[in-house]
Nanobody, 118 residues
Framework: VQLQASGGGLVQAGGSLRLSCAAS?????????TGWFREAPGKEREFVAR???????AYADSVKGRFTISRDNAKNMVYLQMNGLKPEDTATYFC????????????WGQGTQVTVSS
């Protein structure tokens, strides 16, 4: 599957953005997990959120209650609704998949930049 993230931009603290992850080549529901990660300058890539094939969701503690991951099976897309954005959310955001529960994350697509000003 090929993944393409989009929807990033510049927003003030407290604002909202919705990121989209478009998949082509395979159906996202073929994968056990679809997830969002982010990478800030000088920091390692970190987990943000994931949605399981059956719809179960999980979030990093830093975004819990502010971000929501969702999937549109008809459009073969996954979204990340980000509310209450903080300057520390500034990063490049990527989507990825895991084919089975024990597989590593892969199929990293091009990320989308999110910048939150204070």
């Amino acid at each position: 599957v090929q993944l393409q993230a989009s929807g990033g931009g510049l927003v003030q603290a407290g604002g909202s953005l919705r990121l989209s992850c478009a998949a082509s080549g395979r159906t996202l529901r073929d994968y056990y997990y679809t997830g969002w990660f982010r990478e800030a300058p000088g920091k390692e890539r970190e987990f943000v959120a994931r949605i399981r094939r059956d719809g179960d969701r999980a979030y990093a503690d830093s975004v819990k209650g502010r971000f929501t991951i969702s999937r549109d099976n008809a459009k073969n897309m996954v979204y990340l609704q980000m509310n209450g954005l903080k300057p520390e959310d500034t990063a490049t955001y990527f989507c990825a998949v895991r084919s089975i529960m024990t597989a590593p994350w892969g199929n990293w697509g091009q990320g989308t930049q999110v910048t939150v000003s204070s």
